[in-house]
T-cell receptor, first 108, second 111 residues
């Protein structure tokens, strides 16, 4: 099956810093989503981005489908950005395949 | 707030107990999902329902029994669980094959 790998596995930042999270996938996909899981377990959709670039406030994402990767940019990070960031891909069915996540800790 | 609710939020049960997890959405979505999230492992898809019909059972042990009485409600019935079943159980719903919206999860501990 398709493999979804995320890097780095862990990231520690000071408030105000910028960061880039990467998601690599091993085969072509119909869709890619980025999620943020907060410390209480809630998964929040960040982006639905099968290709191209999208921006939402301090967050932006770029997917280069032909090269099988996606990047999530976090600028001016805040402590509330802490949590785990997952990318998930969809191939031919409605099954989301999740990566292993990047755990982000932002300290004041 | 994603519009998907789950109850209870926390559950502690013994191995001989029977309990049920509930998921509810009034977003008009036709697909609903159960996922299991164990420590340090990716989310694992357990079950998929489309228009109340089960379309996916990802080799889940029979001690987990899903039920989807209508397109707004999804249950996961639990019986004779094992300690390794302790995990965060997440429900999701989807208006299409691609975008899924998750509930807050039920954190389950099996003693």
């Amino acid at each position: 099956g398709i493999q979804v790998e995320q890097s780095p596995p862990d990231l520690i930042l000071q408030e105000g810093a910028n960061s880039t999270l990467r998601c690599n996938f091993s085969d072509s996909v119909n869709n890619l989503q980025w999620f943020h899981q907060n410390p209480w377990g809630q998964l929040i959709n960040l982006f639905y981005i099968p290709s191209g670039t999208k921006q939402n406030g301090r967050l932006s994402a770029t997917t280069v489908a032909t090269e099988r990767y996606s990047l999530l940019y976090i600028s001016s990070s805040q402590t509330t950005d802490s949590g785990v960031y997952f990318c998930a891909v969809v191939r031919s069915t409605d099954k989301l395949i999740f990566g292993t996540g990047t755990r982000l800790q932002v300290f004041p | 707030e994603t519009g998907v609710t789950q109850t209870p939020r926390h559950l502690v049960m013994g191995m001989t107990n029977k309990k049920s997890l509930k998921c509810e959405q009034h977003l008009g979505h036709n697909a609903m999902y159960w996922y299991k999230q164990s420590a340090k492992k990716p989310l694992e898809l357990m079950f998929v329902y489309n228009f109340k019909e089960q379309t996916e059972n990802n080799s889940v042990p029979s001690r987990f029994s899903p039920e989807c009485p209508n397109s707004s409600h999804l249950f996961l019935h639990l019986h004779t669980l094992q300690p390794e079943d302790s995990a965060l159980y997440l429900c999701a719903s989807s208006p299409s094959a691609d975008t899924q919206y998750f509930g807050p999860g039920t954190r389950l501990t099996v003693l």
